[in-house]
């Protein structure tokens, strides 16, 4: 082989490989399904080597994989009611959901720091090393004064939550709020003016309230447990150079991304595993296909109305497909021959099998993207947060049915269901989609994996930064510019105006003088 070769190669090897890092992972949100997405992205840092310390509310069974330790804030669970109150998620506003969010963010953190599992993580060794920190920044910024504790090591920030536009502007890009449709409200990309109007004040109101009053009160509780001497919030997370979102170029509306916003939507895809003996047996025998019926890990079908499960079973029992129902608890009623009941169901698994038509689904971000990726339509009942702009997305492209859930009867259900079954657009549509997301030049998880372990290569992330993220809005949008220029043009033309008067009034001035003389002289 040329000598050349050897040595570009060589070189190239040791530029790409990364020593086995010590890596410290603290995903602060209280809810099983950012741990089911983070867990994916530690268990790929895992496979590549390195060392994963895991502070998070959800425990693992074990045994847990070698250089995998979770310090569990233990509790969150116990103390928050079992399920959610459906009635009271479906009746906020896209304007109370920016307070009640950010409320149950400083609840948790309130739970986090009376812990014993931060304790554990505070009494490391206090020169313990972790060569990178990755840190779900969608809430639980109450726990930043951690970073500095283990002396600023590089920090990769994640959110398993879409691209919150507070997370992209604090991380130095515009907020597109003309284009890219809040999350808790159901519109699309094209807005009329009202909706962009509505969409602005959404977009705005949450910034300002993240900023002055969620993070004022997030340091007040940080300050109990690490003391009154730490830096502010604000100085720390300016100190992440780069954070990974769950949003796909494929999936989700195009916007424009600086470099350092990485998009790796949908990681936790992967391809169907075997099923259970028994759902293998049940979706094989399926001749006339089968639908999928789950509200995600937070709600439980059990908190349904009876008329509502009633309206869904009459429903499903005029269709001649297989229902496989994930109900969270027993039910009551006598089920139709076709609907089978289960507490959980391997949701990725099922939705990977070929006889698989229909996900009916409260249609969360995760399920959203599974469902894409398996090339399942999906007939949506949002119920709260990021549900509401999934389901807009999903039926501006042909992929979804919106249903409110509000508004169940046996009538809608069953015309929806024949409409999604028998019309072969959206199953078509979604296949599209599904092939488009395929079709990129590397999966989500190893994105991810090559940025964070990038990084950890360079300490640092900050020469991706865009220097917009040290401007103020005004100067982005060049307001202040636009101002001098709009007084400039003001002037200019007062001055012109103020010209043409003049001259009008000298001409006028002399033309009445000229008649006064002609009339004198006659
Ligand atoms: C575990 O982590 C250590 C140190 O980070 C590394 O040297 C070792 O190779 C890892 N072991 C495995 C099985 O990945
Ligand atoms: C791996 O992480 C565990 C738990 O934080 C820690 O005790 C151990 O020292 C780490 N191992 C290495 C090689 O850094
Ligand atoms: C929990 O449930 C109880 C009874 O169902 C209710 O009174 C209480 O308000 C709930 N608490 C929260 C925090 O939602
Ligand atoms: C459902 O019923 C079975 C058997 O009656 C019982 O073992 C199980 O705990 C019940 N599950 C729930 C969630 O109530
Ligand atoms: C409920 O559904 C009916 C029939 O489709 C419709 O006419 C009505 O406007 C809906 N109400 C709400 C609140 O969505």
């Not at 009876?306 to 969270?328: C, E, M, S, T």
């Not at 119920?383 to 997305?393: C, E, G, M, R, T």
Request: glycine share 4%; aromatic share 10%; net charge positive.
């Amino acid at each position: 082989m040329n000598f050349k070769i050897i040595i570009t190669l060589i070189v190239a090897f040791i530029a790409n490989s990364v020593f086995s890092a010590n890596i410290l992972y603290v995903t602060p949100v209280a809810s099983p399904s950012h741990h089911v997405w983070n867990r994916v992205l530690a268990f790929g840092l895992i496979e590549r080597g390195h060392n994963v310390t895991m502070l998070t509310h959800d425990a693992e069974k074990d045994p847990l994989p070698k250089n995998f330790t979770i310090i569990l804030l233990e509790g969150i669970y116990q103390k928050r009611n079992a399920s959610l109150d459906i009635d009271a998620l479906l009746s906020q506003t896209p304007m109370s959901n920016v307070p009640d969010m950010y409320n149950w963010g400083l609840y948790v953190c309130k739970h986090d720091i009376t812990t014993k599992g931060l304790a554990t993580l505070l009494n490391y060794p206090a020169d313990f090393k972790f060569d990178l920190i990755v840190f779900d920044v969608t809430l639980g910024q109450c726990l930043y004064p951690l970073i500095e504790r283990f002396r600023d090591p590089p920090v990769v920030a994640v959110t398993p939550f879409l691209l919150p536009p507070v997370l992209l502007r604090t991380f130095g890009n515009n907020l597109y709020s003309s284009y890219m449709p809040f999350y808790n409200s159901q519109f699309t990309n094209i807005m009329s003016f009202k909706e962009r109007l509505l969409n602005f004040i959404y977009v705005y109101y949450e910034l300002i309230y993240r900023n002055y009053v969620f993070l004022s009160r997030a340091t007040e509780i940080a300050k109990k447990r690490f003391g009154e001497n730490i830096r502010s919030l604000e100085e720390t997370e300016r100190k992440m150079g780069m954070l990974l979102c769950n949003i796909d170029i494929m999936l989700d509306y195009p916007i424009a991304l600086p470099p350092n916003i990485i998009p790796i939507g949908g990681l936790q895809v992967k391809a169907p595993k075997e099923l259970p003996k028994d759902l293998q047996e049940i979706l094989d025998k399926a001749e006339h296909g089968a639908i999928l019926f789950s509200l995600g890990t937070n709600l439980r079908a059990d908190n349904l109305d009876l008329n509502k499960r009633k309206a869904f079973l009459d429903a499903f029992a005029r269709i001649p497909q297989i229902v496989l129902w994930k109900f969270g608890s027993n039910i009551t009623e006598d089920l139709p021959k076709n609907v089978i009941i289960r507490n959980w169901l391997p949701q990725n698994d099922i939705l990977g099998h070929p006889n698989l038509k229909l996900f009916i689904s409260h249609v969360g971000t995760l399920s959203t993207q599974e469902a894409i990726y398996h090339g399942i339509p999906i007939l949506g009942m949002p119920i709260f947060s990021d549900q509401k702009v999934n389901i807009a997305k999903m039926e501006h492209r042909m992929l979804a049915i919106y249903v409110d859930i509000k508004n169940i009867s046996f009538e809608i259900m069953y015309e929806k269901l024949i409409e999604m079954l028998n019309n072969p657009i959206y199953y078509n549509n979604v296949k599209k989609v599904s092939e488009l997301y395929r079709d990129q030049p590397q999966a989500a998880l190893d994105r991810a994996l090559f940025w964070i372990e990038h990084v950890l290569r360079h300490g640092t992330a900050e020469h991706l930064v865009s220097v917009a993220r040290d401007m103020p809005s005004y100067k982005i949008n060049n307001l202040d510019v636009l101002a001098v220029l709009a007084l400039c043009l003001t002037l200019l033309y007062s001055f012109v105006m103020l010209i043409l008067t003049g001259l009008r009034f000298i001409l006028t001035f002399r033309r009445q003088n000229k008649k006064q003389k002609i009339s004198k002289t006659k």
